[in-house]
């Protein structure tokens, strides 16, 4: 009898242990409609993460048809805001954000889009990581802006 329940609370502590552990990364990011010249922002929302990086729309001109700001990742100078801020900064291109424990976060990202850009549905990932490490385990999501017709 006394082994059932030693075996029963064992299998509840593991239990428990595993759900705070095994919380589930979450991300979204917005997909936003702005018009040829203009500038926006783009939310990304992400829970129960220690990193995220933003990858940029792939050239398909000499010059990107939308470029993100993400300049001063530390600062609010550039209109990007990270909240809460990040414990790392890894200076990439583009940046990855860390976190010393694991959070939820947003983040703003400012951009424009050129005056000359085709309309059309542009690409971007958010990649969030479950450790202060790019090589962690890892989700990602994509996204887009849609550039609409004059």
Do not use: K
């Amino acid at each position: 009898m006394l082994r059932r329940r030693v075996l029963v609370g064992t299998a509840a502590v593991m239990a428990g242990v595993a759900g705070c552990m095994g919380r589930d990364m979450r991300v979204e990011a917005s997909e936003p409609t702005t018009a040829p010249g203009a500038a926006w922002r783009v939310v990304i929302e992400a829970d129960h993460i220690a990193g995220m990086q933003l990858s940029s729309i792939p050239d398909t001109q000499e010059s990107a048809p939308i470029e993100f700001v993400t300049a001063g990742a530390r600062t609010e100078s550039s209109g990007m805001q990270i909240d809460p801020v990040p414990d790392n900064v890894v200076d990439a291109s583009p940046p990855y954000w860390f976190w010393d424990s694991r959070v939820s976060v947003e983040v703003v990202i400012p951009y424009s889009v050129a005056d000359d850009v085709a309309p059309g549905e542009y690409e971007y990932e958010v990649t969030v990581f479950a450790d202060a490490d790019p090589d962690a385990r890892s989700i990602s999501r994509t996204a887009s802006i849609t550039v609409p017709a004059s």
